[in-house]
């Protein structure tokens, strides 16, 4: 199973970014893709989630109506539209996947497989 980002980059603060997971080894749609985000110096915090079989996702209160978790109708790439960038959304964002989605997919230890991670600078 693999998970490739891409997406990152640099914006002012009020901008916009999507960030994209794309995966690949997934034989079904039973599990779940979760954004994180780790400043420096700061432990990995998650940002969003979406069990790939269902429709709506889930959002910390910190992004809640500035970010926006979707797939494609493949089903095999999830994005993070990230909307009104604030510089307090600075870190690296890493996908994680999740192949038994439960109550623990707003902490790191939900998740059996990580990507490699993808750099978002907002500035003042």
């Known amino acids: 199973l693999q998970l490739v980002e891409s997406g990152g980059g640099s914006v002012q603060a009020g901008g916009s970014l999507r960030l994209s997971c794309a995966t690949s080894?997934?034989?079904?749609?039973?599990?779940?893709i979760g954004w994180f985000r780790q400043a420096p110096g700061k432990e990995r915090k998650w940002v969003s989630c979406?069990?790939?079989?269902?429709?709506?996702?889930s959002y910390a209160d910190s992004v809640k109506g500035r970010f926006t978790i979707s797939s494609n109708s493949a089903k095999n790439t999830v994005f993070l539209q990230m909307n009104n960038l604030k510089p307090e959304d600075t870190g690296v964002y890493y996908c994680a996947a999740s192949t038994t989605p439960g109550p623990f997919l707003v902490v790191p230890d939900g998740y059996d497989y990580w990507g490699q991670g993808t750099q978002v600078t907002v500035s003042a």
């Open positions: 080894g997934f034989t079904s749609d039973d599990y779940a």
């Open positions: 979406l069990v790939i079989s269902g429709t709506s996702g």
